[in-house]
């Protein structure tokens, strides 16, 4: 399996709402003789305390193309187990990357040239071009989750993706 960052997400975080940011990092992944996009969500803690966060939170996005048109969803089914629901503790000051992508789902051959962006409930097989993500982030409270834990929406900045033919090689 090959990865290479697409995103170099420098200072684009979001405005911090309660004192958590957030942005996403996207990875293009071959994974022979599949293609897929990788995606992690990256939380900085602007708090004085440690904070909680689940890493599964709710993921809504759209995903627009060039010309500003929404991408039809495809049905895609998955194929493995669903992720463990896990905490991760931010400390002061600094900042986590989950992986949040749809990682148990059939993945197009390099042959159909489509790649496959899940996030959330939505699952796309999107063709070369460029495309537009905007994804928010949504910490429902959990009720036996710990009494630092984060809840809120943060509306992440948008993710520019670009699908070249060269990813087909």
Do not use: C
Request: hydrophobic residues 40%.
């Amino acid at each position: 399996m090959s990865t290479n960052s697409i995103f170099n997400p420098s200072d684009n975080w979001s405005q911090p709402v309660n004192r958590l940011s957030g942005r996403l990092r996207i990875e293009f992944e071959d994974l022979s003789p599949g293609l897929r996009f990788a995606v992690y969500l990256e939380l900085k803690n602007h708090a004085f305390d440690a904070i909680a966060v689940i890493n599964l939170p709710e993921i809504r996005a759209q995903l627009s193309d060039s010309s500003g048109q929404p991408v039809s969803t495809a049905g895609i089914s998955g194929n493995g187990p669903p992720p463990l629901r896990q905490w991760a503790v931010i400390p002061r000051d600094a900042y986590v990357g989950l992986r949040v992508d749809i990682q148990a789902a059939a993945v197009p051959m390099k042959e159909q040239r489509l790649v496959f962006l899940g996030l959330g409930s939505n699952r796309w097989r999107i063709g070369t071009g460029s495309y537009r993500l905007k994804p928010t982030a949504v910490f429902a409270p959990e009720p036996t989750g710990p009494t630092n834990q984060w809840t809120g929406e943060l509306e992440l900045p948008a993710v520019e993706i670009v699908v070249t033919d060269d990813m087909f090689n």
